[in-house]
């Protein structure tokens, strides 16, 4: 969906439309999947109990939330009640407003004892501290998603609460063929990126390269080959 609300000619506000009150009505929801593109540059959006409901939905179990922006109590609000029906939480490109952080965001799924996980996914995640660092030109390295799985259903150390920053590569384009992938908390931090202009061959039983695989036969300056059949 668009987050566009304040610019809807129409006046007809995405809120009137009541989506989350929608989207608990739908008892037997048990996969969930939003988006929101954001039109307004101004950093105005939409609240999230406009989009979702803070009550439980008892048989969902797998939510992706893309897009969303919202504060650490706002995410909580939702996700604390689906405790004891999710299991497989996606998060991409979510910021949280304001001075808010995921650190906190986790501390709280972490002590509600119902909130056990099979599978957290991360991606671009935005907050307070990345803004920060993001002033400097630095990033935040990889926390691995079981690392975050682990804390939410363990315990342990919160993974957010020793994130790593690292000097932003010149020129990166934060792809997958970048130092870095993303900005955020989940970017892959490479060491150096792979070469494949030798074109290495993986098969541990042959020669070492492609080019030894040749049957084509090698032909001279003056168009023979060395295969050739010439009379001298």
């Known amino acids: 969906m668009d987050d566009d609300w ?20 739908a008892t037997n929801l048990e996969h969930l999947e939003l988006s929101v593109t954001h039109k307004n540059m101004l950093g105005s959006c939409l609240p999230l109990h406009c989009l979702l409901p803070s009550t ?30 999710l299991r497989h939480l996606t998060l991409c ?7 808010d952080l995921w650190e906190h965001v986790l501390a709280v799924l972490r002590n509600r004892t119902a909130f056990h996980l099979d599978s957290f996914v991360l ?3 935005e907050d ?3 803004r920060q660092h993001q002033e400097i030109g630095e990033v935040a390295a990889r926390i691995p998603d079981e690392e975050v799985l682990r804390f939410v259903n363990e315990g342990g150390i919160n993974p957010f609460a020793k994130r790593d920053w690292r000097l ?3 020129d990166s ?22 070469d494949d202009s030798s074109d290495v061959d993986e098969d541990p039983d042959g020669p070492e390269f492609n080019s030894d695989y040749d049957t084509e036969p090698d032909v001279d300056s003056e168009g023979l080959s060395d295969d050739s059949d010439v009379d001298e």
Do not use: M
């Not at 304040?6 to 009505?25: E, F, H, M, W, Y």
């Not at 008892?58 to 029906?85: C, D, K, M, W």
């Not at 490109?93 to 001075?99: C, E, F, H, R």
């Open 93 to 99: 490109n979510v910021q949280l407003l304001a001075d």
């Open 173 to 194: 384009d934060f792809d997958a063929t970048s130092d870095v992938s993303d900005v955020s908390d989940v970017s892959v931090w490479r060491e150096g990126c792979r």
């Open 123 to 125: 991606k671009s995640l």
């Open 56 to 85: 439980a939905l008892h048989n969902l179990h797998t939510l992706v939330l893309e897009g969303i922006y919202a504060t650490a109590r706002e995410i909580t609000t939702f996700l604390v009640p689906q405790a004891a029906s």
């Open 168 to 170: 932003e590569p010149p």
């Open 128 to 130: 307070a501290d990345v």
């Open 6 to 25: 304040r610019n809807d000619p129409t006046g007809s506000k995405v809120q009137d439309t009541a989506l989350s009150a929608c989207i608990q009505a």
